[in-house]
């Protein structure tokens, strides 16, 4: 399936104007990488999965956010936010400057 391109056109608003980002489709979706480190992405039914430090995660985790699962395995780090936790452009945008920021932090590539 697709990824959600409302979505995708709304994170691409969020994160405008950040240097360093490239979009690229992965994993079934639409990526957005800064300074090489996927930092979000859009996938289908309107989902989106981001990057942050494996230390933060378990706390983020509630209702509309779930740890990400690849082939049966949970991987830290990374997190499904349901259309529920994206529903407001403030919402993205909260989840995007945490992403962004996560992905500056780490070594370029």
Same mark, same amino acid.
């Given at each position: 399936?697709?990824?959600?391109?409302?979505? /995708?056109?709304?994170?691409?608003?969020?994160?405008?104007?950040?240097?360093?980002?490239?979009?690229?489709?992965?994993?079934?979706?639409?990526?957005?990488?800064?300074?090489?480190?996927? &930092?979000?992405?859009?996938?289908?039914?309107?989902? /989106?999965?981001?990057?942050?430090?494996?230390?933060?995660?378990?706390?983020?985790?509630?209702?509309?956010?779930?740890?990400?699962?690849?082939?049966?395995? =949970?991987?830290?780090?990374?997190?499904?936010?349901?259309? =529920?936790?994206? &529903?407001?452009?403030?919402?993205?945008?909260?989840?995007?400057?945490?992403?962004?920021?996560?992905?500056?932090?780490?070594?370029?590539?």
């Amino acid at each position: 399936m697709a990824y959600d391109e409302g979505l /995708a056109a709304r994170i691409r608003d969020a994160i405008d104007g950040e240097p360093g980002v490239v979009e690229k489709r992965m994993f079934g979706g639409l990526a957005f990488l800064v300074d090489g480190h996927m &930092a979000i992405a859009a996938n289908s039914g309107g989902e /989106a999965m981001v990057h942050l430090h494996p230390d933060v995660t378990d706390e983020l985790i509630g209702p509309h956010v779930r740890a990400t699962v690849m082939r049966g395995r =949970e991987m830290r780090g990374w997190l499904d936010l349901d259309a =529920e936790a994206t &529903a407001s452009d403030v919402e993205l945008a909260q989840w995007v400057r945490r992403t962004v920021e996560y992905a500056r932090s780490l070594p370029p590539k």
